[in-house]
């Protein structure tokens, strides 16, 4: 059975626009498990000097680290590999100031290790999670096209990153002017949850 894995940051809780696209779309899953990563709850770590060290000596170097100092990858290497093992990645989170909440960030600098998500070949950056799929699930208070589509750094950098992963369908679902249309909010976040439905209904049947 293929898995689905679930991660979120979603501070607001019940009261999360984010929330209500995600139950959508977690509604629509079918024949998959599914596993949930609340980042509010299990905060992701950030690169120390430390962390650094051992991961460019161990993933770029190819040395063999001491457990006692390779233990300070710990997190990381387990959200790493949780996200490599699963077939359907779903990101939920608003866009905060522009872009990722600060946990997600640190999420994406979590997962994204050489060798382990994406290498580099002959041709410069390879994929190693080819054939897999991800939907990121998000919302924001201002409309961001046109001349204004250079404030979204939220939805470019997710598809820049999975797609470095070698994701082949990245699928971006936004509630986009919540703060600028606030008598659309309810329209808004309705057209994003059919959004949500028809993609998980299209990719689980």
């Known amino acids: 059975m293929r898995k689905t894995l679930v991660v979120s940051y979603l501070a607001r809780g019940e009261r999360s626009k ?4 995600l139950d959508a779309f977690i509604s629509s899953i079918k024949s ?13 770590d950030f690169f120390t000097p430390e962390s650094l060290s051992v991961y460019y000596e161990r ?21 790493a590999a949780q996200f490599k093992s699963a077939d359907i990645i779903v ?24 060798g382990v998500t994406w290498t580099i070949g002959s041709n410069g950056y390879e994929g190693l999670m080819k ?17 204004s589509a250079g404030y979204d750094h939220f939805s470019g950098l997710a598809r820049a990153q999975f797609g470095m992963m070698g994701f082949g369908n990245i699928e971006i679902i936004s509630a986009a002017g919540l703060n600028m249309f606030p008598d659309r909010a309810d329209e808004i976040v309705a057209a994003a949850c059919e959004k949500a439905k028809a993609t998980a209904e299209n990719w689980y049947a």
């Open 131 to 147: 054939g897999k799929k991800a939907a990121v699930i998000t919302s924001s208070g201002g409309v961001y096209e046109g001349e």
């Open 18 to 21: 984010t929330k209500k696209i």
């Open 32 to 44: 998959s498990s599914v596993e949930s990563l609340d980042l509010c709850k299990n905060t992701p």
């Open 91 to 114: 990101i939920a989170a608003p866009m905060n100031n522009f872009s990722y909440p600060a946990p997600l960030k640190a999420y994406f600098d979590s997962i994204l290790q050489k």
């Open 59 to 79: 993933n770029y170097g190819g040395q063999k680290i001491d457990p006692k100092r390779e233990s300070v990858m710990k997190k990381m290497d387990e959200m």
